[in-house]
């Protein structure tokens, strides 16, 4: 693509001028190039400058149209030998007065964001997998100050969740849950863990497919739930169930827009207060149907929560290698959830879902 084209596409990328099914491509491959994801940063900070110069502009001409109307130098002599006319000038002049004034307090306010003088902290996105790594070091460290010895094992540097998609072993997680990973395991909710590979990876979704490879693991049975190909609506009720701490956790909310961060079509934001550790978890609408995987959240602005559509987990996994599995994966297609209370659903979901622990060199 010329940089002209590039440029053409960028333009109707921001105007939100794409298809759903062309945004989509578009946002893959700026996820997957740097290069273009940069020139779409620069292109959308030039338009804001452009606007920021043009509503100066037409604030400056507002305000000089104002002020032609007002004789600011015969009313100052006015005032000055008669005091008593500012009630008759507020009386004829309030309304313009007011605008001025409100227009003046924006122009400063807006001068004071801008140059990030009004806040102290800019918001930012952050992932949520768990650092547990150092913790744990600082803990031996202060028991080997006391004379305490502790047993010589392998620390786990990151923890997140994942979810079973096969009976099998397959699992699904965030690439950023796993990424410099040396080695992973998996721990269901009775306590055992399993020895886990990085079967697949789509980085530019956050997706990542692991695969229980332990000789101890046997099979699942049948997955309760549904992964949904289809988009969920604004307002449904969701719920998500992860390992934000050392046992699951369950929290509810709402899927509060069909759009991530900057209008990110992968991702939906939700209202679910998550934490860290529940990267990776799946995100359930009320009839058993996984519609995402919980990804990250926005620092500073309370409530604003995103995770991974599922219809970027069922192309990853249509995209695993048939070489590096024995056959193509067959998800399941019943949906035994669909007919339960969330009690019922939460309960049934203790075997599907694991802890993930990354350990690195």
């Known amino acids: 693509m010329n940089d002209s084209k590039l440029l053409e596409e960028i333009e109707r990328y921001l105007n939100g001028e794409m298809a759903p099914e062309e945004r989509k491509q578009f946002e893959l491959l700026r996820k997957g190039d740097t290069a273009i994801n940069n020139k779409i940063a620069e292109h959308e900070e030039f338009a804001k400058i452009l606007k920021q110069y043009g509503d100066r502009l037409a604030l400056e001409t507002r305000l000089n149209a104002i002020h032609d109307e007002i004789d600011v130098h015969t009313l100052a002599e006015e005032l000055m030998i008669h005091p008593s006319r500012i009630v008759s000038l507020w009386r004829n002049h309030h309304s313009k007065i007011s605008v001025a004034a409100s227009i003046a307090i924006f122009a400063i306010l807006s001068t004071l964001f801008i140059t990030g003088n009004l806040s102290n902290q800019e918001s930012k996105y952050i992932q949520l997998r768990r650092e547990v790594g150092i913790l744990k070091q600082k803990t031996e460290t202060l028991k080997a100050a006391q004379g305490i010895k502790a047993p010589v094992s392998a620390t786990d540097r990151f ?72 988009e969920s609506d604004l307002a449904e009720s969701v ?30 934001q939700i209202s679910i207060p998550i934490n860290a550790g529940n990267s990776g978890s799946p995100l359930i ?29 069922i192309n990853a996994i249509q995209n695993i290698p048939v070489d590096s599995i024995n056959k193509k994966v067959a998800l399941n297609t019943k949906n035994t959830l669909s007919n339960l209370n969330t009690v019922q659903q939460v309960k049934k979901l203790k075997n599907y879902v694991f802890m993930v622990k990354v350990y690195d060199k």
């Not at 990973?181 to 789509?202: H, P």
């Not at 369950?250 to 900057?262: H, I, P, Q, R, W």
Request: proline residues 3%.
């Open 285 to 313: 609408d009320s009839r058993g149907n996984v519609i995402g995987i919980v990804q990250g959240k926005q620092t500073q602005l309370e409530g604003v929560h995103f995770a991974v559509k599922s219809s970027y987990l």
């Open 239 to 268: 719920y998500t169930y992860g390992y934000p701490q050392d046992s699951p956790h369950f929290d509810e909310g709402k899927v509060t827009s069909a759009v991530g961060l900057n209008g990110d079509s992968l991702d939906y």
């Open 159 to 230: 923890r997140g969740t994942g979810f079973a998609i096969t009976s099998n072993g397959l699992i699904a997680t965030n690439y950023h849950v796993v990424n410099g990973a040396d080695s992973v395991y998996v721990q269901n909710g009775a306590g055992k863990s399993f020895k886990a590979k990085i079967l697949y990876t789509e980085p530019e979704s956050d997706i990542a497919i692991l695969k229980i490879v332990d000789t101890s693991f046997r099979n699942l049975g049948a997955i309760p739930y549904t992964i949904k190909k289809t």
